[in-house]
């Protein structure tokens, strides 16, 4: 099983990025994604998943209304499409998966995970 995050970099407040997340070792299309940050000094949080179906959808209310999550199976890719971005913004992210429950379900704990990409918001 294996997460590969990409497209972080260095973006002005109100600038958008898109990251990237190709799957391996799994049916992309059975199973719930995950993106997390982490933020300096900050523990690591969950900001938004995807259900299997594309319709269960969460996020922290944090980022509700600037970021998109998505799914296309069939490039086994999961993106995260950021636009206004904030300088609170600027952190690692990650994505995860577990491989068993779906995003509403409390016992989803993520077991693997990506190597992080970091996305920094400066001017």
């Known amino acids: 099983v294996q997460l590969q995050a990409s497209g972080g970099g260095l973006v002005q407040p109100g600038g958008s990025l898109s990251l990237s997340c190709v799957v391996s070792?799994?049916?992309?299309?059975?199973?719930?994604i995950l993106w997390f940050r982490q933020a300096p000094g900050k523990e690591r949080e969950a900001i938004s998943c995807?259900?299997?179906?594309?319709?269960?959808?969460y996020y922290v209310d944090s980022v509700k209304g600037r970021f998109t999550i998505s799914r296309d199976n069939a490039k086994n890719t999961v993106s995260l499409q950021m636009n206004g971005l904030k300088p609170e913004d600027t952190a690692v992210y990650y994505c995860?998966?577990?491989?068993?429950?779906?995003?509403?379900?409390?016992?989803?704990?993520?077991?693997?995970w990506g190597q992080g990409t970091q996305v920094t918001v400066s001017s």
């Open positions: 995860a998966t577990d491989l068993r429950y779906s995003c509403f379900d409390s016992r989803i704990r993520p077991r693997y």
């Open positions: 070792g799994f049916t992309l299309v059975d199973y719930s």
């Open positions: 995807i259900n299997t179906s594309a319709i269960g959808i």
